[in-house]
């Protein structure tokens, strides 16, 4: 069915705790599957040893759900993209040691994919897209980068987390809370009830980098303190007290996103990760944009946390520039885009 022009391409991602496949026919998503693993919610985080069972298992239905979804079988695809890291080694195993195999069986070129480009290039999922030069803010469990994206395959890191990622103090404040893992979703809902009345500290880091485990141990003290004078604290506050974390997360993410702005005059500016999908920041973010006159662009839910759209297409554009992997790749737990 295909001809040359025809590039199928599948992604597959296996970095964290979701499992996914998609299909993009030259670079168009046809299907985008993701199994997410509830497994951890009970452990308070993702545990590897269960994550890489978890992939063992759900890998082949979600890679065949993928291929039906788009139409195709295995026979028609023209070439195999997968996440080479930064990730959990054990569950990056699962996915290229899958990949490799069936592009061996159909004797297909291999890509292999930075899983943080890859939430860049989300946004090529589906139009509108960003201009170039254009600044990411991504977002998500294990990273919080401002990245300048001079073109698909180009980017910088202008600053990043030192500490925790922004995904991860949702997620530690929730523990806190008494909220499940991943609190993030959590947290989003529960603060659009709430006031931001408590007024977290805004840590001083120079430059365009972030901190936030100074915000983690202050919300720490602040609920022990609270709960000594009164144990009900809180369940009484709930909704006030995840207004105020995410009121603070939110304006220490735009704050330096306004000085990337400022120190690039770039004012394309998008943002990607799981932490995009946060109802706050997305307000938050549109409201200044409109203030700043930025052109803001915000990706669809699905393709804001893990998924393998995002993989297949930023394939797609190594598979145009002809960078292919080979049998002998392997995993990498740290890898800067
Ligand atoms: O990108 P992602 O799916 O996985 C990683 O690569 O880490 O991001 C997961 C992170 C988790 O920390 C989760 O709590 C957070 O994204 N998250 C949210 C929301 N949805 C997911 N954080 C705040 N608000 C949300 N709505
Ligand atoms: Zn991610």
């Not at 890291?85 to 292999?112: D, N, T, W, Y």
């Not at 946004?123 to 254009?134: K, L, R, T």
Request: aromatic letters at 8%; proline letters at 5%.
């Amino acid at each position: 069915m295909n001809n040359a022009s025809d590039i199928y391409l599948l992604g597959i991602e296996s970095s964290c705790d979701d499992t996914a496949a998609a299909v993009v026919h030259n670079g168009a998503v046809l299907s985008n599957v993701v199994a997410s693993q509830e497994v951890h919610r009970r452990y308070g985080g993702v545990v590897p040893e269960v994550a890489s069972r978890a992939h063992q298992l759900h890998l082949i239905p979600v890679v065949d759900a993928a291929l039906k979804e788009a139409g195709i079988t295995s026979a028609d695809l023209s070439g195999v993209a997968f996440t080479r890291g930064p990730g959990l080694i054990g569950s990056l195993i699962v996915g290229v040691s899958f990949a490799k195999a069936l592009a061996l069986s159909h004797q297909l070129p291999l890509v292999e994919v930075n899983h943080m480009q890859a939430h860049v290039l989300a946004h090529f999922a589906e139009p509108p897209y960003p201009a170039f030069p254009f600044l990411c803010l991504t977002v998500s469990g294990g990273h919080t980068q401002i990245v300048l994206v001079r073109s698909q395959l180009d980017m910088e890191v202008l600053g990043e987390t030192l500490d925790d990622a922004a995904g991860e103090a949702f997620d530690k404040t929730g523990k806190m809370l008494g909220l499940d893992y991943p609190a993030g979703p959590l947290i989003d809902r529960l603060a659009s009830q709430g006031e931001a009345r408590f007024p977290f500290p805004k840590p001083q880091v120079e430059g365009l980098n972030f901190s936030f485990s100074g915000l983690k141990t202050s919300i720490l003290y602040f609920l022990r303190d609270q709960v000594q004078a009164d144990p009900d604290f809180i369940q009484d506050n709930l909704h006030d007290i995840c207004a105020s974390v995410q009121a603070r997360i939110v304006s220490i993410l735009l704050d330096k996103l306004r000085q990337a702005v400022e120190q690039t005059g770039i004012r394309e500016v998008a943002v990607a990760g799981g932490v995009s999908a946060n109802s706050g920041l997305r307000r938050a973010l549109n409201a200044l944009g409109a203030e700043e006159g930025w052109n803001i662009y915000l990706p669809k839910m699905e393709y804001c946390t893990d998924n393998a759209a995002m993989i297949a297409v930023t394939g797609y554009y190594k598979f145009l520039a002809g960078q292919f992997a080979g049998q002998d790749a392997t995993p990498v737990a740290r890898w800067e885009i």
